[in-house]
């Protein structure tokens, strides 16, 4: 696959998280996290994107909602459970992206806010529709995902750099 291939990134938020008496880490999902990571996983499904990769938090909540997302697409990628993404900032998050070998054509990261939002408009220099309207509005909440698009290797994906935002999908917007 060629360095110049249309390349997406997709990023799904992790569902709705409960609060027990545990480590951030530890959160699983609350009932209505359990009830919009499938209805995510089907949005997804619809959007057509045949995932090459998925990487995912090491959290419970991403995990979990990771579980019940997948089963909804119609092939499971191969997926890598990565610590790097939980809490991760903006630049770690570009330096994990940015490791992705070029084989891959289609890249889904299962993270956390403010991360996943904070990319989203990193890489959102240009917008179809009213995605980025859209995403601007709602905040990017539990259980969402944008899909960004872009041209050239995963090792060019920066801050501003000239992607474009295609959807953003969220369940209760």
Same mark, same amino acid.
């Given at each position: 696959m060629s360095v110049d291939t249309p390349r997406r990134i997709v990023l799904l938020r992790h569902a709705k998280a409960d609060w027990p008496q545990t480590s951030d880490h530890e959160r699983p999902l609350a009932e209505r996290g359990r009830q919009d990571a499938p209805v995510a996983g089907r949005k997804l499904a619809d959007s057509g994107i045949g995932f090459d990769l998925a990487l995912c938090s090491t959290a419970v909540r991403t995990r979990e909602t990771w579980k019940l997302a997948a089963p909804q697409l119609p092939e499971r990628p191969k997926?890598? =459970? !990565?610590?790097? %993404? =939980? !809490?991760?900032? %903006?630049? !770690?998050?570009?330096?994990?992206?940015?490791?992705t070998p070029d084989t891959v054509a289609n890249l889904l990261l299962i993270g956390h806010n403010p991360g996943m939002h904070a990319l989203a408009d990193a890489l959102a220099g240009q917008s179809e529709g009213d995605a980025l309207a859209r995403m601007t509005r709602s905040g990017f909440p539990t259980a969402a995902f944008a899909v960004v698009t872009f041209d050239g290797s995963w090792k060019s994906v920066e801050h501003g750099?000239?992607?474009t935002l295609v959807d953003f999908w969220a369940p209760h917007a």
């Open positions: 997926t890598v =459970y !990565e610590e790097r %993404l =939980y !809490e991760a900032s %903006l630049g !770690e998050l570009i330096a994990v992206v940015n490791e750099m000239d992607a």
